[in-house]
């Protein structure tokens, strides 16, 4: 099993910046991408940002230029440093991780989940 914890959500004003980690711990062996899920009042769960275990990202289109995840392999916890913040992204945020065994199905793993309200 793995674990990942959240931590760094809160209340900011529109414009403001927010650093989330996720850290994960227990049975991290072949852990191959880890991300930020996101879901608001009323809405599905939406993928906002992924990174492999090399480096490579993708994001959603409406958090390009504003949010960016970054990975700490040593330390097994991934970060979403966000900025310019808006309204719009008020919503629970989820840290997920995929683990990839070399025989077997992929197992997807997630966090506890950490607010984050952007609201003047």
């Known amino acids: 099993q793995v674990q990942l914890v959240e931590s760094g959500g809160g209340l900011v004003q529109p414009g403001g910046s927010l650093r989330l980690s996720c850290a994960a711990s227990?049975?991290?062996?072949?852990?191959?991408?880890m991300g930020w899920y996101r879901q608001a009042p009323g809405k599905q769960r939406e993928l906002v940002t992924t990174i492999t275990n090399g480096g490579t990202t993708n994001y959603v289109d409406s958090v390009k230029g504003r949010f960016t995840i970054s990975r700490d392999n040593a330390k097994n916890t991934v970060y979403l440093q966000m900025n310019s913040l808006k309204p719009e992204d008020t919503a629970v945020y989820y840290c997920n991780a995929v683990k990839r065994v070399p025989i077997g199905v992929p197992a997807t793993y997630w966090g506890q989940g950490t607010q984050v309200t952007v609201s003047s």
């Open positions: 227990g049975s991290i062996a072949y852990i191959s991408d």
